[in-house]
């Protein structure tokens, strides 16, 4: 850790030099995914799921408020490195040096199961949602009329979600450095964890048992996965202490 103690102030003033540069960084992002935004909004019009659909503008501003979103988006995405990495600048000074590389590492990681999990939600679930409900729809005599909105955002609140979802194993590795969770506490609760889970499941798929069982697999091996990773930084906290104790 360093040996300068911060004030109140000293901290403020750094963080708001922390968001200053997410800021501006996002402002600039906005603008530069203004390039992306056309060619990623046709290309999902084309995939299999969208291009048996008519899209239809019920509002002279839903083009404007869909091409706004992705933009946002894909902002939001493309900031993401950098809101993670002024995180770790400004609580690694409370750090020691070891911590500080190891905290650091969780930034690639956490973008990797964030795109994780969008990729598995748009490649793997999606289309299933989309088939139960055209077949739904069939089976009811229902003939349906897609607004472009409304399709839009569906796709993004199904989608989005689940890379935050992929983020357990580094929420869990980061609580358990902290002390604040243990393997065992894990393992332990493990029944109820799969129950949440199981809810979370029903709650973010339609009532259709295969897509909730084609959920609940990857949350499953993601909580599995969650107290091996656990286990692993546990074993470091217990080590570390030791050293500190021997140093004491």
Same mark, same amino acid.
């Given at each position: 850790?360093?040996?300068?103690?911060?004030?109140?102030?000293?901290?403020?003033?750094?963080?708001?030099?922390?968001?200053?540069?997410?800021?501006?960084?996002?402002?600039?992002?906005?603008? +530069?995914?203004?390039?992306?935004?056309?060619?990623?909004?046709?290309?999902?019009?084309?995939?299999?799921?969208?291009?048996?659909? !008519?899209?239809? +503008?019920?509002?002279? !501003?839903?083009?404007?408020?869909?091409?706004?979103?992705?933009?946002?988006?894909?902002?939001?995405?493309? !900031?993401?490195?950098?809101?993670?990495?002024?995180?770790?600048?400004?609580?690694?000074?409370?750090?020691?040096?070891?911590?500080?590389?190891?905290?650091?590492?969780?930034?690639?990681?956490?973008?990797?199961?964030?795109?994780?999990?969008?990729?598995?939600?748009?490649?793997?679930?999606?289309?299933?949602?989309?088939?139960?409900?055209?077949?739904?729809?069939?089976?009811?005599?229902?003939?349906?009329?897609?607004?472009?909105?409304?399709?839009?955002?569906?796709?993004?609140?199904?989608?989005?979600?689940?890379?935050?979802?992929?983020?357990?194993?580094?929420?869990?590795?980061?609580?358990?450095?902290?002390?604040?969770?243990?393997?065992?506490?894990?393992?332990?609760?493990?029944?109820?964890?799969?129950?949440?889970?199981?809810?979370?499941? +029903?709650? =973010?798929?339609?009532?259709?048992?295969?897509?909730? =069982?084609?959920?609940?697999?990857?949350?499953?091996?993601?909580?599995?996965?969650?107290?091996?990773?656990?286990?692993?930084?546990?074993?470091?906290?217990?080590?570390?202490?030791?050293?500190?104790?021997?140093?004491?």
């Amino acid at each position: 850790m360093d040996d300068k103690e911060m004030s109140v102030y000293e901290h403020l003033g750094e963080l708001r030099k922390r968001l200053i540069i997410v800021v501006v960084f996002f402002v600039i992002a906005v603008v +530069a995914s203004f390039f992306f935004v056309e060619p990623v909004i046709l290309y999902l019009q084309q995939t299999d799921e969208a291009k048996e659909l !008519t899209m239809n +503008a019920f509002r002279l !501003t839903d083009p404007v408020k869909i091409y706004f979103q992705f933009a946002f988006v894909i902002a939001f995405i493309l !900031t993401s490195p950098v809101l993670l990495y002024q995180i770790w600048a400004f609580v690694s000074p409370g750090l020691y040096e070891k911590e500080r590389r190891i905290t650091l590492s969780y930034i690639p990681i956490s973008i990797f199961l964030f795109l994780a999990g969008v990729g598995f939600a748009y490649f793997v679930l999606f289309p299933f949602v989309v088939r139960f409900m055209q077949n739904l729809a069939e089976r009811l005599g229902i003939h349906q009329v897609i607004g472009i909105n409304e399709y839009f955002q569906f796709l993004l609140q199904l989608v989005l979600p689940f890379g935050i979802v992929f983020q357990l194993p580094v929420v869990v590795m980061f609580l358990t450095r902290l002390g604040l969770i243990t393997p065992m506490l894990l393992v332990k609760v493990r029944k109820y964890a799969y129950l949440v889970l199981l809810i979370l499941a +029903a709650i =973010i798929t339609p009532p259709d048992v295969l897509s909730q =069982i084609i959920v609940m697999i990857p949350l499953s091996v993601l909580y599995e996965i969650s107290i091996w990773i656990s286990k692993m930084a546990y074993r470091k906290v217990l080590l570390a202490r030791k050293e500190q104790e021997n140093l004491s």
